[in-house]
Nanobody
Framework: QVQLVESGGGLVQAGGSPRLSCAAS????????TGWFRQAPGKGREFVAA????????YYSDSVKGRFTISRDAAKNTVYLQMNSLNSEDTANYYC????????????????WGQGTQVTVSS
């Protein structure tokens, strides 16, 4: 099993550019891809971005495309989410997860979720 730990969240001003990290440990060699999801209060968990372990393919939701960039450092077993031009709608708890199979934007396609890191955007 893969263990995932997110970091990098906090209180950010609108327009800010924080970077989230997702560090993996355990059976990392079975990880095919890693995804980022977010969940705002009172809402369901929403797909944000995903990256294959080769780093060749990336996927984004329409709401973050052009503003967020997902990347990974294989040597550190870490996936990053660079967030730019934040607005209040980006306020949420951000989770990373290990992909197993299926659609990259479906929560059911992932196992081994992290505990999440809160991002709060202030205006």
């Amino acid at each position: 099993q893969v263990q995932l730990v997110e970091s990098g969240g906090g209180l950010v001003q609108a327009g800010g550019s924080p970077r989230l990290s997702c560090a993996a440990s355990g059976r990392t060699f079975v990880t095919i891809a890693t995804g980022w999801f977010r969940q705002a209060p009172g809402k369901g968990r929403e797909f944000v971005a995903a990256i294959t372990w080769s780093g060749i393919s990336t996927y984004y939701s329409d709401s973050v495309k052009g503003r967020f960039t997902i990347s990974r450092d294989a040597a550190k077993n870490t996936v990053y989410l660079q967030m730019n031009s934040l607005n209040s709608e980006d306020t949420a708890n951000y989770y990373c997860a290990a992909y197993r199979s299926g659609s990259y934007n479906a929560t059911s396609s992932y196992v081994s979720w992290g505990q999440g890191t809160q991002v709060t955007v202030s205006s």
